[in-house]
T-cell receptor
Framework: AQSVAQPEDQVNVAEGNPLTVKCTYS??????LFWYVQYPNRGLQFLLK??????LVKGSYGFEAEFNKSQTSFHLKKPSALVSDSALYFC????????????FGPGTRLSVLP | EAGVTQFPSHSVIEKGQTVTLRCDPI?????LYWYRRVMGKEIKFLLH????????ESGMPNNRFLAERTGGTYSTLKVQPAELEDSGVYFC???????????????FGEGSRLTVL
């Protein structure tokens, strides 16, 4: 069965510092990995995805994520955090053995302090 | 282009009552999904439509939940009768991928918050 873990409920970082939001996954087949962001009172917005190819994926708003197959991780990163990055971040995985269904992690709340 | 829209944005009902949530996907998107987030926990899959057909309804919690997508356009999710544990945020999402295994992202609505008292 597929599963996604986000080990940190909350991440605090100072504005201008680099940020990392962690995600690990478990699938039986090949993983398709996604990051979404949810701002207050809004729906989930797509940030980036890894399907195949280069392990470093670049996405919206300056975010990037690195796929690490040996560690089954897909951590989200940004070199310099902005206060406006404060939001709830969800990691999700699709297993190519299981068709269309996405499995989401529990979410990590990122707070960027001015 | 209009995104995924959901109605109502918030519904407050009493235990035992009925509520119907509606989702309008992005035009042309064959795939429509319902997800639920309860009490700040993880987002749980409920079901997946391809056009008007239920492709996967393995996440539907019990027979008090009924989802339809007549004509393959908008979808409704009815909860009857509602229980306290049904409170949460119900998200709808759509995608335009075709085929058995998709690599595309989902486009989400803003969610319908259901509060059962």
């Amino acid at each position: 069965a597929q599963s996604v873990a986000q080990p940190e409920d909350q991440v605090n970082v100072a504005e201008g510092n680099p940020l990392t939001v962690k995600c690990t996954y478990s699938v039986s087949g090949n993983p398709y990995l996604f990051w979404y962001v949810q701002y207050p009172n809004r729906g989930l917005q797509f940030l980036l995805k890894y399907i195949t190819g280069d392990n470093l994926v670049k996405g919206s708003y300056g975010f990037e994520a690195e796929f690490n197959k040996s560690q089954t991780s897909f951590h989200l990163k940004k070199p310099s955090a902005l206060v406006s990055d404060s939001a709830l971040y969800f990691c999700a995985v699709r297993d190519d053995n299981y068709g269309q269904n996405f499995v989401f992690g529990p979410g990590t709340r990122l707070s960027v302090l001015p | 282009e209009a995104g995924v829209t959901q109605f109502p944005s918030h519904s407050v009902i009493e235990k035992g009552q009925t509520v119907t949530l509606r989702c309008d996907p992005i035009s042309g998107h064959d795939n429509l999904y319902w997800y639920r987030r309860v009490m700040g926990k993880e987002i749980k899959f409920l079901l997946h439509f391809v056009k008007e057909s239920k492709q996967d309804e393995s996440g539907m919690p019990n027979n008090r939940f009924l989802a339809e997508r007549t004509g393959g356009t908008y979808s409704t999710l009815k909860v009857q009768p509602a229980e306290l544990e049904d409170s949460g945020v119900y998200f709808c999402a759509s995608s335009q991928d075709r085929g058995l295994v998709s690599t595309g992202e989902l486009f989400f609505g803003e969610g319908s918050r259901l509060t059962v008292l």
